[in-house]
């Protein structure tokens, strides 16, 4: 078995040809573009082969193909087994992958190797033809035997493991009540080691987490401050002052943050962030309570697995605190050409979404068409590899996006509004959530 590379395309396009048709169904210049990226990796020979990719902490299963004739003798697992191996090589704690909803085989293959259900994409493979979600730790521990480049948009939101890794990871024990009197009163309190991540409680926190924004938005990432934020060297707003501010701390230093606005706050205070983008009408309709999640960042000696855990596990605990029924946001590409991102921006707008009934739209003066391909041309299965590590996780949790981009020029991105429904989340797992939210941390 060796590592397969750009010249092996069109042998694997003839074998994948062999195995799957239709939207499945792979070209020889999807395996040659795949294979030149830098995070892409295969293992295989001429009987069989599997690839995928590693991004940040989180790997991908992009496809597997065995000769027909040699199905039904291992080959498959051991490929599987091999994939597994090599991803948590290059520090994947998760695998994901997609399989169609019908193939009872390969589901049976990826069961026994411990990935479990944890969403489905209508439409995924076609017309009436389902994908299923499966993920796994990193780690086989039943059925194999074995054993789950940051690249950060310039707001750092990529860098930061899915939503639906927050409902897995369980290591550490959020408490929530209703007081902020002491540690086991606060609505998020959560400690991993010296690590704690809670809310900030004092304008010192705040400003602390307007300098960790200020070090990575535009010392590290090269955004545009305006010249307020240029003479005090500090990343601020006036959202800062009606948002709760969620704070990863090491011991007393702040190494991480995220801003979350609830409706019910925003509506006595001026309105929400991604108003200035979008027309968000729709999701103010929506009954329940809305939260509105950004201005992401963590320290560069801090984007470790154990800080996203404790940033994702907070909000997770958040939601569950306040019953958020809708979470929203401006979530970011890279780049401000939208022409050199029209893969994710076509993918985007023919997959998923919004529908009618939470149908937000990007503000007339600032719409970019995200059709910047015809629909024939969007291979889904590129597309959806195309896209930053935050955008998919929302995605695997049912998440829709708006219609339209907008060109972020300030923090030199291209946004588009993600939504999230809570009740799209698999049951199984916000009842595992819930039920931790209910244990003391010690």
């Not at 704690?196 to 602390?208: D, N, Q």
Request: charged share 25%.
């Amino acid at each position: 078995m060796k590592a397969l590379v750009p010249d092996d395309a069109r042998r694997l396009a003839a074998l994948h040809a062999m195995c799957f048709s239709g939207a499945e169904q792979w070209s020889e210049e999807s395996f040659a573009g795949l294979l030149q990226q830098k995070q892409v990796f295969g293992l295989g020979d001429g009987d069989g082969f599997i690839l995928g990719r590693v991004v940040a902490d989180e790997a991908e299963v992009l496809t597997l193909a065995v000769s027909p004739p040699l199905r039904r003798q291992g080959r498959a697992r051991h490929l599987l087994a091999e994939f597994c191996e090599e991803a948590s090589r290059r520090g994947a704690m998760g695998i994901f992958l997609e399989v169609a909803a019908d193939n009872t085989s390969a589901l049976s293959l990826y069961e026994s190797a411990d990935f479990q259900r944890v969403g489905q994409r209508e439409g995924y493979y076609g017309p009436n033809r389902t994908a299923l979600v499966l993920r796994r730790e990193s780690g086989f521990q039943t059925g194999l035997g074995l054993f789950f480049d940051a690249n950060t948009s310039s707001k750092m939101e990529s860098a930061i493991p899915s939503f639906r890794d927050l409902l897995y990871r369980s290591g550490m024990k959020p408490v929530s009540s209703l007081s902020h009197e002491d540690a086991s009163n606060r609505p998020v309190s959560i400690r991993l080691g010296a690590m704690e991540v809670r809310l900030a409680e004092s304008e010192e926190e705040i400003r602390a987490a307007q300098d960790l924004r200020w070090r990575v938005f535009y010392q590290e990432m090269a955004a545009q401050p305006t010249p307020e934020m240029a003479a005090e060297q500090r990343d601020f707003d006036r959202y800062d002052e009606i948002c709760d501010h969620l704070l990863v701390l090491d011991g007393q230093k702040v190494v991480g943050t995220y801003r979350m606005l609830r409706r019910s706050v925003a509506v006595v205070n001026g309105g929400h962030y991604t108003a200035g983008e979008f027309n968000i009408k729709p999701v103010l309709d929506y009954p329940g309570e809305i939260l509105e999640v950004g201005r992401s960042c963590v320290d560069a000696d801090y984007r470790t697995r154990g800080t996203m855990q404790l940033l994702w596990q907070g909000i997770a605990a958040y939601v569950f605190h306040y019953n958020i029924s809708l979470l929203f946001g401006c979530a970011s590409l890279p780049g401000t050409d939208p022409a050199r991102i029209a893969l994710p921006l076509s993918y985007l707008h023919y997959h998923h979404l919004a529908p009618p009934a939470l149908g937000v739209r990007a503000l007339p003066e600032r719409y970019v068409d995200m059709r910047r391909l015809e629909a024939h041309q969007v291979d889904p299965r590129l597309g959806f590899a195309s896209l930053p590590p935050l955008i998919k996780g929302y995605l695997r949790l049912g998440g829709f996006v708006g219609e339209g981009a907008v060109v972020d020029s300030q923090f030199n991105t291209t946004d588009v509004c993600v939504l999230v429904k809570r009740e799209t989340i698999s049951d199984r797992y916000l009842k595992h959530y819930e039920r931790r939210s209910g244990e003391s941390e010690i």
